[in-house]
C-alpha cells in the first residue's frame, strides 16, 4: 500500500513571496503518477501540477512547479509570486501506473496568503 | 462545457437509513471515481467506474456500493448509515482510461450528515 505525508499542517506567507509545501511518499511501485491539488473554501478539487515518475524533469506550470526526488521519494511544490487566490488546502496525491487503489492522497497543507 | 455534476449539495440522513448520491461527469468522460472526505481520515478512495464496469475499490465494507450507467453518470449508494458515514463524497471524471492517463476534474461535492 502506498502512503503520502505532508508535514506542515498550515502555511502562511506575504502576498507575492515564494512558498514551498513538502510531500514524501512510500511506495514500491518504479510507475507512478504524482499530483498537487488545490481545495479552495468552495471545497472543489483542482489540479495544480501532474509529474509522471518516469519524467526526470520538473513539472512547472505558470508559477507553480515542482522538486520531484524519486531516490529520496519526495515530491515538493513551489508556489512563486504568490496570489491571495492561493490560499487553500493543497493535497499531495499519488497514483500507481496500474490505477488500483484510486488516488492516495496526503492529509493535506492548508496555504494561508497574507495581504 | 459543464464540468462534474453532484446531486444533491447537502443531505441529512438519520443513522439506519441509505442513501444515493449522483454524479454526472463531464460530456464524454467515461471513468467515474468516488471518494470520501472527513476531518479524521482525510480523503479516502470509494471506487472506480469505466464503461459501466467497477475497475478499482478502495477499502470500505460493503454497505458502500456503486454503478455506472452507459451514459456514464454514476451512483454511490450507502446503506444502513452510521453516525461516522458524515461526510463530504467527491466524484471525479476523466476521459481517458484512468486517472493516471488523463487529468481527473472533480464535483464541488455532496455533504452528508448523518443524525
Known amino acids: 500500500a502506498q502512503t503520502v505525508t505532508q508535514s506542515q499542517p498550515e502555511m502562511s506567507v506575504q502576498e507575492a513571496e515564494t512558498v514551498t509545501l513538502s510531500c514524501t511518499y512510500d511506495?514500491?511501485?518504479?510507475?507512478?503518477?504524482l499530483f498537487w491539488y488545490k481545495q479552495p473554501p468552495s471545497r472543489q478539487m483542482i489540479l495544480v501540477i501532474r509529474?509522471?515518475?518516469?519524467?526526470?524533469q520538473n513539472a512547472t506550470e505558470n508559477r507553480f512547479s515542482v522538486n520531484f526526488q524519486k531516490a529520496a521519494k519526495s515530491f515538493s511544490l513551489k508556489i512563486s509570486d504568490s496570489q491571495l487566490g492561493d490560499t487553500a488546502m493543497y493535497f499531495c496525491?499519488?497514483?500507481?501506473?496500474?490505477?488500483?487503489?484510486?488516488?492516495?492522497f496526503g492529509k493535506g497543507t492548508h496555504l494561508i496568503i497574507q495581504p | 462545457k459543464a464540468g462534474v455534476t453532484q446531486t444533491p449539495r447537502y443531505l441529512i440522513k438519520t443513522r439506519g437509513q441509505q442513501v444515493t448520491l449522483s454524479c454526472s461527469p463531464i460530456?464524454?468522460?467515461?471513468?467515474v471515481s468516488w471518494y470520501q472526505q472527513t476531518p479524521g481520515q482525510g480523503l479516502q478512495f470509494l471506487f472506480e467506474?469505466?464503461?459501466?464496469?467497477?475497475?478499482n475499490k478502495g477499502n470500505f465494507p460493503g454497505r458502500f456500493s456503486g454503478r455506472q450507467f452507459s451514459n456514464s453518470r454514476s451512483e454511490m449508494n450507502v446503506s444502513t448509515l452510521e453516525l461516522g458515514d458524515s461526510a463530504l463524497y467527491l466524484c471525479?471524471?476523466?476521459?481517458?482510461?484512468?486517472?493516471?492517463?488523463?487529468?481527473?476534474?472533480f464535483g464541488q461535492g455532496t455533504r452528508l450528515t448523518v443524525v
Open positions: 471525479a471524471s476523466s476521459a481517458g482510461t484512468g486517472l493516471m492517463n488523463t487529468e481527473a476534474f
Open positions: 511506495t514500491s511501485e518504479n510507475n507512478y503518477y
Open positions: 509529474q509522471e515518475a518516469y519524467k526526470q
Open positions: 496525491a499519488f497514483i500507481p501506473g496500474g490505477g488500483a487503489d484510486g488516488l492516495t
Open positions: 460530456s464524454g468522460h467515461r471513468s
Open positions: 467506474y469505466f464503461s459501466e464496469t467497477q475497475r
